[in-house]
């Protein structure tokens, strides 16, 4: 099989037209290609009204290893790329192909290989705590080499832990331990349901974690599109049939279950307790908790687990019709079936020496009450498979460092972040009015430092309600600021985005984790053996894809420890 890159097509090219193409770069007849599949296809929106779409192939033909050696070369792993001859020549040397720089080169081997398999008889099983994206795929993994992990979840299975998530949505309830941050799942079960990353992946383990989410119920093209996204409702039944396929490998996944302590033996992890007082042995456990268990943080710290505060970003969700986002995105082309809604990403580098970006942007989604603490108001995105609601929403947020929690924390303690992200989510749960509706400003009177007294065109979705205010109090000066001057360099880039109606819920303060679970290159906590800290809370990813992929990690590194660091089978 070939692998063909960077073939580039006009949005509403026929069928034919590809075969075509293919045909000119290989410099082969269409009778040639057996057949073809796409790798990837991805977009390049830039000119307006002509917008293009680019393909990675595979491709089946007799004539592989002719063309290989006249357009590519002859490596057999994929791991090595090397660059093929412009693919605009055909071989009698004519120019025939769409204009491109792509290559030719074998198709790369991305099936998933276990590190190993586990013995007939293991004396403890691994531990899992957590089950989003990261304890998922631990889990998995783990399961499918015959460890039969024991996963121990705070939260309930996903349809209970539904209902509950809608308590506070529609009831005002929070049910601190089943709630948008806790339960089967994890944070990203109500959500975009986006699964890209910047992540460099060199053993393809994100291909394995697609491929998983398909055969659980994903669609198909998350498989190529370069944007993959499912939306909330599909991951909710394909959570449901990952536990299922991980019981049937003999795995235990265990609801309602909340670790409150960990037992270390000079350095040696050898079992946690959980909140009902049960007791179980393990000397490795996976601590997959994302990033809002600041109970178990604390646990952690004190119990001489090592940790460090580390970066990450605070804001507000911001609010557009998506019309606006596809007209300055796609032109004359907005609302193409193959473009879907349109999304976004911006950067501005402030006076101030701040940085501030959008984040997590859900196309034609709604803003979510995404607290998991009583008398806490924080905001997140999320949105359906077919992104058809009225507004485009993102988060937009400024960097901030250990340095900035001092005034909320200066005892140096790892935990400090946290002490910030509660200050301001108590704040704006005060600004809302004290019953979990979140504070909103229209962009216009954000900018004029004027508090918001009537809503525009700009309807918010946050439930269960906005109460207008001026956001300037919900967070830091220099945050405020950094925004303020952020959002009219952003209309620069997307004509309307400052527009005075837009609207602006707070807080966002969960982008990811304020600390840092720190683990060696063999994946244990620097200095607690058998205690492998993984995913988004323990600062090692950010995302469902980055997560996930980090579950495998860990579940590689547990698989490693246990069977004495074979190699890779
Ligand atoms: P989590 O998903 O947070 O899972 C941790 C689990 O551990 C939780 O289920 C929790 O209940 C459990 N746990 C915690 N403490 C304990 C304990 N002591 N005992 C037992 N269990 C415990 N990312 C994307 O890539 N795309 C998106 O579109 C997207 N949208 C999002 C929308 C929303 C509303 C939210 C909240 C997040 C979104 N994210 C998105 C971020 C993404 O969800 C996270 O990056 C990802 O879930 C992190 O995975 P994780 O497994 O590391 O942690």
Not at 71 to 100: F, I, M, W, Y
Not at 213 to 224: C, D
Request: hydrophobic share 40%; proline share 6%; aromatic share 6%.
């Amino acid at each position: 099989m070939l692998r063909l890159t960077d073939l580039r097509l006009p949005l509403d090219h026929s069928e034919q037209a590809l075969t075509d193409a293919i045909a000119a770069r290989l410099g082969i007849a269409a009778a040639d290609i057996a057949s073809h599949s796409i790798a990837k296809r991805s977009y390049d929106a830039r000119k307006r009204g002509g917008i293009e779409l680019i393909y990675s192939l595979d491709i089946d033909t007799p004539r592989e290893a002719e063309v290989l050696a006249r357009l590519g070369a002859a490596e057999t792993d994929g791991a090595a790329p090397v660059a093929g001859k412009p693919a605009s020549r055909t071989p009698a040397g004519k120019s025939s192909a769409p204009a491109s720089t792509g290559k030719v080169l074998p198709t790369p081997d991305t099936a998933y290989k276990f590190v190993g398999r586990a013995p007939a008889s293991l004396p403890l099983r691994p531990i899992v705590i957590g089950m989003g994206p990261c304890g998922l795929f631990a889990a998995l993994i783990l399961a499918q080499m015959g460890f039969r992990p024991i996963v121990l979840e705070r939260g309930k299975a996903v349809r209970e832990r539904t209902v509950d998530t809608f308590g506070l949505w529609r009831k005002r309830v929070l049910n601190p331990e089943s709630n948008v941050q806790f339960g089967e799942g994890g944070a990203g079960t109500f959500s975009d349901g986006k699964l890209y990353s910047q992540i460099s992946d060199k053993l393809h383990h994100g291909r394995k974690v697609l491929t998983e989410f398909v055969q659980a119920g994903a669609p198909e093209e998350i498989l190529y599109v370069s944007k993959p996204h499912i939306g909330t409702f599909r991951l909710v039944s394909m959570v449901e049939n990952m536990r299922a396929t991980i019981e049937s490998l003999g795995g235990e996944i265990r609801f309602s279950q909340r670790v409150d302590d960990v037992l270390i033996e000079n350095g040696q992890v050898r079992g946690v307790v959980t909140a009902d007082g049960q007791q179980l042995r393990a000397d490795h456990v996976v601590c997959a908790l994302g990033h809002s268990a600041r109970d178990t943080f604390k646990m952690l710290h004190e119990r001489g687990v090592y940790m460090e505060a580390k970066p990450f970003s605070i804001g507000f969700r911001i609010e557009h019709p998506q019309s606006l986002i596809d007209a300055a995105r796609f032109g004359p082309q907005a609302g193409h079936p193959i473009l879907g809604a349109a999304d976004y990403k911006l950067v501005h580098h402030c006076r101030n020496g701040r940085s501030v970006y959008s984040f997590c942007m859900c196309p034609g989604g709604t803003v979510v009450a995404a607290a998991s603490e009583p008398g806490r108001v924080v905001t997140n995105g999320m949105s359906q498979y077919s992104r058809n609601e009225r507004n485009a929403n993102a988060a937009i947020v400024v960097g901030i460092s250990p340095e900035d929690y001092k005034p909320y924390d200066d005892s140096g303690s790892p935990l400090a972040g946290i002490a910030l992200q509660r200050h301001w989510e108590a704040q704006a749960f005060a600004l809302g009015g004290g019953e979990y509706e979140a504070p909103g400003q229209r962009v216009g009177d954000f900018l004029a430092g004027r508090a918001s007294t009537a809503l525009g065109a700009v309807q918010p979705s946050y439930t269960p309600g906005v109460r207008l205010s001026d956001l300037s109090a919900s967070l830091p000066d220099y945050a405020i600021a950094a925004i303020r001057e952020a959002l009219p360099a952003f209309d620069k880039q997307i004509k309307g985005f400052a527009m005075a109606d837009a609207m602006l819920t707070g807080v966002e303060t969960r982008t990811s984790s304020p600390l840092r679970i720190t683990r060696g290159v063999d994946g244990h906590s620097l200095n607690t053996r058998g205690l492998f800290p993984a995913g988004e809370g323990a600062g090692y990813a950010g995302g469902i894809l980055s997560a996930a992929v980090d579950g495998i990690k860990a579940a590689e590194a547990v698989a490693m420890s246990l069977l004495g660091g074979i190699d890779r089978a």
